[in-house]
């Protein structure tokens, strides 16, 4: 399906009739089909500058205010969980070994009780909202249900020992000193607990930052419902809309309106934002596509305001804030416990490589050294994760006066400026390897889009003028090798067809990313390496 946008379409414009009011699936895969496929008239207003694009006095006051990166709520949670498990297990086998050991062996009874008392407790302080971030806030409310739940797992010890007249297969001094170990240790830790959240809540690192895209009276309905939400944990950092101050007022139910459209994407990476709740009516078909043209790009979670439009969807639809509705169109990838994963993955397997590949990085930096005069690495920068500019590093592979550290021309075939040295080292990839230490410094990955640099260009257009939507692949951290460079697009890109596929590749790996998939591109590059077709 094909739109044509309407560039002053207001909040109120009629959709020609084709807005549904109850099939809300194909309703929301009508923008996404439309926002991947391209849409008409919308390729110039869609593409986001990268450079140009200035923030206002006050953009930048509220910036520099939230320029500290907030802490996943979570993968606190999570944290919080897994710490509650292990301390009951902790807490079993050392009053196991302080009262019981060794006048009875620890058995299967032991052991079944020992994995079964976690799980049931947690799952009970789950059911009873004990892993909320506002529970974690005072340890007063929150204990009660801990108490609570800690009591009923014992009570079902105490009913299964009975009906199963297992009784003498168990300690009662060690039932005893288990249960109160527990209760110990659940006070200390919510009390201390508490604290700290308490601490991160005043100094904004467990909030969820959001902005309003568009304003009006629509934007200050969102704002008011939000605000009235109990332990709302959203901190709405101001307005942006492309509308004038007749249409869109500059302050809007306290908050300012700080830029437009284009504006936002400068001002989601200096604040590290989580949340944009566009706040048009979803009656305003036009208008809503050409702002999802320009957003989806953002690595945030991106959803619709819904709490006053007349459609109603099915309840699965929505999620919520509190109870203010809202509908999901984009979510952050690879997010929270899944960004702690796929870390975990690049340390392991960077500094495994770093470990098995030095002998050759060594011998490559001494032949570089020895062949051509200069330094045997090349930093060149590189967007990166959200548009941030990175050093990357590379082995040398061009005469040091003839580098060109800007990518303004690419390398071709037989090009004078690559050494011999550096011929070899390109064709097989080998001058990517001190990327390595990117990946351990944190600003690369080890599988993802491989990072451009700032001037790559096709037919002396800059890609991301050469490809409607080309940021979106930088919602995740650029990577040492990637699904395009396992599927043949690597090298030379000098027609815009070669870039266009690359970048098809790159959004599919980041809509189904996964630790699998990741092991699979690290496992097929080095046979993927041996064609070197359009490797110069």
């Known amino acids: 399906m094909v739109l044509k946008a309407n560039r002053d379409s207001d909040t109120k414009t009629e959709t020609d009739g084709s807005i549904m009011t109850n099939l809300d699936a194909e309703f929301q895969s009508r923008f996404r089909d439309a926002l991947h496929a391209g849409v008409g008239d919308m390729a110039q207003d869609g593409a986001m500058s990268h450079g140009g694009t200035k923030l206002g006095e006050r953009a930048l006051e509220i910036a520099a205010r939230l320029s500290s990166r907030p802490m996943s709520r979570a993968v606190l949670s999570g944290f919080v969980r897994l710490a509650d498990a292990a301390a009951i297990i902790v807490i079993g086998l050392a009053t196991f070994y302080i009262y019981v050991f060794p006048s009875e062996a620890f058995d299967l009874h032991y052991a079944a009780a020992l994995v079964l008392a976690p799980i049931l407790a947690v799952a009970l302080i789950q059911a009873s909202d004990g892993y909320q971030v506002a529970a974690f806030r005072t340890y007063v409310s929150q204990l009660g249900r801990i108490f609570t739940a800690w009591t009923i797992v014992f009570g079902f010890f105490a009913l299964a020992i009975f009906f199963a007249k297992i009784g003498d297969q168990f300690s009662r001094v060690w039932f005893a000193s288990w249960y109160a170990g527990g209760l110990a240790f659940f006070t200390l830790f919510r009390v201390i607990l508490a604290r700290f959240v308490q601490r991160w809540t005043a100094e904004g690192r467990l909030e969820r930052r959001a902005v309003i895209v568009g304003g009006g009276m629509a934007a200050a309905e969102l704002i008011i419902e939000l605000e009235a939400q109990r332990d709302n944990d959203i901190r709405i950092c101001g307005i942006f809309d492309d509308r004038d101050d007749e249409r869109s007022p500059p302050v809007v139910a306290g908050y300012p309106k700080l830029g437009t459209i284009n504006e936002l994407v400068e ?12 706040s048009i009516p979803l009656r305003a078909e036009k208008r809503l596509l050409q702002l999802l043209k320009k957003l989806w790009v953002l690595p945030l979670d991106i959803r619709l305001s819904a709490h006053a439009d007349k459609m109603r969807f099915r309840p699965r639809s929505y999620s919520y804030i509190g109870s203010v509705p809202l509908l999901d169109m984009f979510k952050r990838p690879i997010a929270d416990w899944d960004s702690i994963a796929k870390r975990v993955f690049d340390l392991f397997f960077a500094t495994l490589a770093l470990v098995v590949l030095s002998p050759l990085m060594i011998g490559t930096a001494i032949a570089i050294r020895a062949t051509s005069p200069g330094p045997a690495l090349f930093r060149q920068k590189r967007y990166g994760f959200n548009n941030e500019v990175i050093d990357v590093l590379k082995f040398r592979s061009m005469y040091n006066e003839m580098s060109d550290a800007d990518a303004r021309v690419a390398v071709t075939r037989g090009d004078p400026r690559v050494t011999p040295i550096g011929r070899f080292i390109r064709k097989s ?15 690369l990955s080890l599988v993802g889009p491989r990072p451009h640099a700032l001037g790559a260009n096709t037919d002396n257009k800059l890609w991301d003028q050469v490809i409607d939507g080309y940021f979106a692949r930088h919602k995740v951290k650029p990577g040492v090798t990637g699904w395009a460079q396992i599927n043949g697009w690597r090298g030379e890109c000098d027609t815009p067809d070669k870039i266009r596929n690359r970048i098809e590749n790159d959004l599919y790996y980041i809509e189904n990313w996964s630790l699998p998939l990741d092991l699979y591109i690290l496992f097929l590059t080095p046979f993927r390496l041996l064609n070197t077709e359009h490797a110069y």
């Open 429 to 443: 990839s080998i001058d990517e390897l001190p990327q390595l230490f990117n990946v351990l410094r944190g600003e």
């Open 267 to 278: 001002f989601a990476r200096l604040t590290k934002l989580e949340l944009l709740i566009v």
